[in-house]
């Protein structure tokens, strides 16, 4: 049986369209027609059409964008619970493709749905797809198929991004405030700066009398940033892309990642989640039944610090030699000792899994709480901070005009 999509009008007049199996493209009209679908246009799956169509579908991806974890978590939870119901592997691929709307997931799906039916195993098919489906949910789903516990391991996995999702949702959710309000604030000291204290400024200039100093530093500032916003600007926004540039190399990210976690406040929380994150990935890697050794190699991958990375790298190479878990993870400083005595309690009693999961929990529960804090401290800062751009603005406008009405008087 062939692959084929088509284009058609169904009983009630609307446009319709889809992806279907058929041995011709006359029995796929046939089997169409049975649906009530007037086939206006069909075409070989396999091949791209060279047509308007085609533009339409890159349109359309322009503006939908490329698969999200939310939608690889969608999709892992309806295979999961299709497999469940008993739904062969490609009838459940093939229900998936038909519903997906996101371009690329779908095309993705199509193709890994082609090699399973030619006999590839379904972690090698979704291995050619990177961007969608990384190492973790590969070896994940490799370890499902060994053990013939696919449809478990897919609900095991739905739930472990069902916690990264809500992980990331609360950690941008904390930051999206802070970032509102220092775009904002500095939008309005810019805009006073160069619009309306010039203006003002202007007729204490006329005057000719001596200024106080802090009049005198709004004046300076205010003429800098109206005289020379065409190199400020682009000198900021070149020096961000720089810095961005810089953050990502070789050379810069071991640096900064290192610096990152030295931060007051904000270093405890980047180790916090990434603890958390650890935890968890290798606790439903291991229970997948992926290798320890594996399971090593994947999660440090999502740890997203280098430093971290790096512990997670020698540890693998001391296990490697026979050594626990716990002891390079304790010997690194970067683990707390509670965590390192759990894992190796948990490794001595033969319940590694559980207590990893204990430490996962514990860890999301504080990561809640340092959220919750930091969102309540920043809130009053940035209220403060902006209040006292304005109040020096203000304050260094109003005291040369009480100066002046002392002099009158």
Known sequence: ?????????????????????????????????????????????DKTKESASARD???????????????????????????????????????????????????ALDDIRKKVREGTALYVALKDHPKIFNDLYVNMVRAGESSGSLDTVLERLTEFLDAQLVLRGKVVAAFVYPVIMSILGLGIVTFLMVFVVPRVTQLFQNQKQALPFITEVLIWVSQFMAGWWFILLPGIIGAAVAFSFWKKSKQGRPIWDDFVLKIPLFGSLVRMIAIARFSKTLSTLLASGVPLLTAMDIVKDILGNTTLINVIE???????????????????????????????????????????????????????????????????LMIVLMGGGVAFIVFAIMLPILQLNEGIV
Do not use: C
């Not at 199996?21 to 027609?33: G, I, P, V």
């Not at 459940?92 to 779908?106: F, G, I, P």
């Open 57 to 107: 579908v890159n349109f359309k991806r322009a503006f939908a964008g490329r698969a999200s974890l939310a939608d690889v978590a969608i999709f892992t939870r309806l295979l999961a619970t299709l497999l469940r119901a008993g739904i062969p592997l490609i009838g459940a691929l093939s229900a998936l493709v038909e519903q997906t709307e996101k371009e690329d997931l779908r095309e």
């Open 1 to 45: 049986m062939a692959v084929y999509q088509y284009k058609g009008i169904n009983a009630a007049g609307k446009p319709v369209k889809g992806t279907q199996d058929a041995e011709s493209q006359r029995a796929l009209k046939d089997l169409l027609k049975t649906r009530s679908v007037y086939v206006t246009d069909i075409w070989d799956g």
């Open 314 to 380: 020698q540890a693998r190479v001391n296990i490697r030699e026979g050594e626990s878990i716990a002891g390079p993870l304790k010997r690194s400083g970067h683990f707390p000792p509670i965590v390192t005595h759990m894992i190796s309690v948990g490794e001595k009693a033969g319940q590694l899994e559980e207590m990893l999961d204990n430490v996962a929990a514990s860890y999301g529960q504080q990561v809640d709480l340092r959220i919750q804090a930091m969102t309540t401290l920043l809130e009053p």
